[in-house]
Nanobody
Framework: QVQLVESGGGLVQAGGSLRLSCAAS????????MGWFRQAPGKEREFVAA????????YYADSVKGRFTISRDNAKNTVYLQMNSLKPEDTAVYYC???????????????WGQGTQVTVSS
């Protein structure tokens, strides 16, 4: 069993930056693919970024490529999402997820955090 707790969300102006963190419990964190997803009101949950267990492979949605960076620290059981050049359309609840054979498919993840709100004002 893995528990995930996100933090770092908030209100930021367009063009600003935020860094999200996801702290995981459990000894097997370092073996999991980790992902970030987001869900805006009235929209489906969408893939943002994912990282392999080793950190060697990263995956990004086209909409965030070049602006967001996913990373992990297995010694701290934490995965991060650095978000730069934020846009109003990035406004959503951001969720951390763990353990999936398919990094971009939210249906394949076994564990989810409670989410953290990110609001980007224009």
């Amino acid at each position: 069993q893995v528990q995930l707790v996100e933090s770092g969300g908030g209100l930021v102006q367009a063009g600003g930056s935020l860094r999200l963190s996801c702290a995981a419990s459990g000894r097997t964190f370092s073996s999991y693919t980790m992902g970030w997803f987001r869900q805006a009101p009235g929209k489906e949950r969408e893939f943002v970024a994912a990282i392999s267990w080793s950190g060697d492979s990263t995956y990004y949605a086209d909409s965030v490529k070049g602006r967001f960076t996913i990373s992990r620290d297995n010694a701290k059981n934490t995965v991060y999402l650095q978000m730069n050049s934020l846009k109003p359309e990035d406004t959503a609840v951001y969720y951390c997820a763990a353990d999936s054979p398919s990094p971009g498919d939210p249906r394949r993840y076994d564990y989810w955090g409670q989410g953290t709100q990110v609001t980007v004002s224009s």
